[in-house]
């Protein structure tokens, strides 16, 4: 399973946009990209997932370059209630699980 | 989507006793799994819980100590066996209902343990 590194946080304020980068070097040619988010005191809820280049749904938007080593996902006019743990994971869907890493702590201020 | 219930919400239990934790899904699922969490970490994988064999355990869980149960397609229950403090943590339910597990998955609102 593909080991994949964020920062460990991020602070933004309300309205803007917020990009949160994920790197994994050693993604194999099936592997999916996902990101879950957490809220405090609650199970991490699916935010989008993707393979290749763009991936937008109603919540967020997720960009992968063509090399894959990296994927950012997009969070368009953060508001407070974005605050939040965010996971990068990497898994091939063959695979029987998919790992949590340390996840990214964003705190939006007003 | 597959909304998930846990019981009990949360627990004080005191050390050498076992706690059962189960987890309810108002509808069929393919994969049930059991993860633990401690306070301000990330999700730790214990086990697969498979329908009518034994669950598939992740390194450094063990069945004695965390035996799992899934009896039929919406059901399973996660036992910590004679607790000590270090088993304080958050416990959390998923479950998808895709083929695979890169497949959405959907979380429970997670059991709080605290061992005395």
């Known amino acids: 399973l593909a080991k994949t590194t964020q920062p460990i946080s991020m602070d933004s304020y309300e309205g803007q946009e917020v990009n949160i980068t994920c790197s994994h070097n050693n993604i194999a040619t099936n592997d999916y990209i996902t990101w879950y988010q957490q809220f405090p005191s609650q199970g991490p809820r699916f935010i989008i997932q993707?393979?290749?280049t763009k991936v937008t749904n109603e919540v967020a938007s997720l960009f992968i370059p063509a090399d894959r080593k990296s994927s950012t996902l997009s969070l368009p006019r953060v508001s407070l209630s974005d605050t939040a743990v965010y996971y990068c994971?990497?898994?091939?869907?063959?695979?029987?699980?998919?790992?949590f890493g340390k996840g990214t702590r964003l705190h939006i201020l007003p | 989507s597959a909304v998930i219930s846990q019981k009990p919400s949360r627990d004080i239990c005191q050390r050498g006793t076992s706690l059962t934790i189960q987890c309810q899904v108002d509808s069929q699922v393919t994969m049930m799994f059991w993860y633990r969490q401690q306070p301000g970490q990330s999700l730790t994988l214990i086990a697969t819980a498979n329908q009518g064999s034994e669950a598939t355990y992740e390194s450094g869980f063990v069945i004695d100590k965390f035996p799992i149960s899934r009896p039929n397609l919406t059901f399973s229950t996660l036992t910590v066996s004679n607790m000590s403090p270090e088993d304080s943590s958050i416990y959390l339910c998923?479950?998808?209902?895709?083929?695979?597990?890169?497949?959405?998955?959907?979380f429970g609102p997670g059991t709080r343990l605290t061992v005395l």
């Open positions: 993707g393979y290749k």
């Open positions: 998923s479950v998808t209902t895709g083929r695979h597990s890169t497949d959405t998955q959907y």
């Open positions: 994971l990497v898994g091939d869907p063959l695979d029987d699980k998919i790992i």
